[in-house]
């Protein structure tokens, strides 16, 4: 800021005066217009830090994005080889694990996105200087990585209450139909859990094309079938397709 000192002389006439106050008034424009120009240069500075943390959250998240379409591929036909064999042994009590069509396990990846810079961004006023559409798009990417983490969360918790659950049952082969039942439901659980995380990830791919190799839709289909009619999947997509929502 610049100090405005006023004249140590005494003023005698009107000219003088008016002198005197353009003067002040000059002097405060400039003072204001400083640091205004300061501030510009301060807020933009911001705006290229919190875009350069950004795009290296970014790249992370890109990394993290592919192993949990990996993890999909990976863990989505154990799940559908658990489930068929729960049906095969309520006909085929007694089964060795060889005759099974599949087989248990609870072993899984847990996805968790990285979000510092975007929480470090939101509270920073530098937002104000960025275009909307470019807020506006950040905002939706976060939004849509956080539902997959979420739906990951789910999923660990389901696996949890159906590791939990087959406790009781040290021998699979000599599963009862009642816990056979029991266990076929919980096991869907994280069927759908993992679903879900699956379509969020399609959904991302979809509209970033820098996040690839997304489940695709036959994928999906295998764990929840059936595969729609063709009709269905184009009516859908086309009403979806600003947002790439259909399930």
Same mark, same amino acid.
């Given at each position: 800021?610049?100090?405005?000192?006023?004249?140590?002389?005494?003023?005698?006439?009107?000219?003088?005066?008016?002198?005197?106050?353009?003067?002040?008034?000059?002097?405060?424009?400039?003072?204001?217009?400083?640091?205004?120009?300061?501030?510009?240069?301060?807020?933009?500075?911001?705006?290229?830090?919190?875009?350069?943390?950004?795009?290296?959250?970014? #790249?992370?998240?890109?990394?993290?994005?592919?192993?949990?379409?990996?993890?999909?591929?990976?863990?989505?036909?154990?799940?559908?080889?658990?489930?068929?064999?729960?049906?095969?042994?309520?006909?085929?009590?007694?089964?060795?694990?060889?005759?099974?069509?599949? #087989?248990?396990?609870?072993?899984?990846?847990?996805? #968790?996105?990285?979000?510092?810079?975007?929480?470090?961004?939101?509270?920073?006023?530098?937002?104000?200087?960025?275009?909307?559409?470019?807020?506006?798009?950040?905002?939706?990417?976060?939004?849509?990585?956080?539902?997959?983490?979420?739906?990951?969360?789910?999923?660990?918790?389901?696996?949890?209450?159906?590791?939990?659950?087959?406790?009781?049952?040290?021998?699979?082969?000599?599963?009862?139909?009642?816990?056979?039942?029991?266990?076929?439901?919980?096991?869907?659980?994280?069927?759908?859990?993992?679903?879900?995380?699956?379509?969020?990830?399609?959904?991302?791919? #979809?509209?970033?094309?820098?996040?690839?190799?997304?489940?695709?839709?036959?994928?999906?289909?295998?764990?929840?079938?059936?595969?729609?009619?063709?009709?269905?999947?184009?009516?859908?997509?086309?009403?979806?397709?600003?947002?790439?929502?259909?399930?």
């Amino acid at each position: 800021m610049l100090d405005v000192h006023a004249p140590q002389e005494v003023l005698h006439t009107w000219k003088a005066f008016f002198i005197h106050l353009a003067t002040i008034v000059i002097g405060l424009l400039i003072a204001v217009g400083l640091e205004q120009t300061v501030e510009y240069f301060h807020h933009r500075q911001q705006v290229a830090e919190i875009r350069r943390s950004l795009a290296e959250e970014r #790249r992370m998240n890109e990394v993290i994005f592919a192993n949990a379409c990996s993890e999909f591929r990976r863990y989505g036909p154990i799940l559908v080889g658990s489930l068929q064999t729960l049906i095969y042994l309520r006909t085929h009590p007694g089964a060795s694990p060889s005759q099974w069509p599949g #087989r248990f396990s609870f072993y899984i990846l847990t996805i #968790r996105f990285q979000d510092s810079a975007w929480k470090t961004a939101l509270q920073s006023a530098a937002l104000e200087y960025m275009p909307r559409a470019e807020v506006r798009t950040y905002s939706d990417v976060y939004a849509r990585l956080t539902e997959v983490s979420d739906e990951s969360v789910a999923e660990l918790h389901a696996v949890i209450r159906a590791k939990s659950f087959m406790l009781q049952v040290p021998d699979p082969a000599t599963i009862n139909s009642g816990l056979s039942t029991q266990a076929f439901a919980l096991v869907s659980d994280v069927v759908t859990s993992l679903y879900l995380m699956g379509i969020a990830e399609r959904n991302i791919a #979809r509209l970033y094309s820098d996040f690839h190799s997304p489940p695709t839709d036959m994928e999906l289909y295998a764990l929840i079938p059936p595969v729609p009619a063709k009709q269905d999947i184009e009516a859908a997509r086309e009403i979806a397709a600003p947002e790439g929502r259909e399930k």
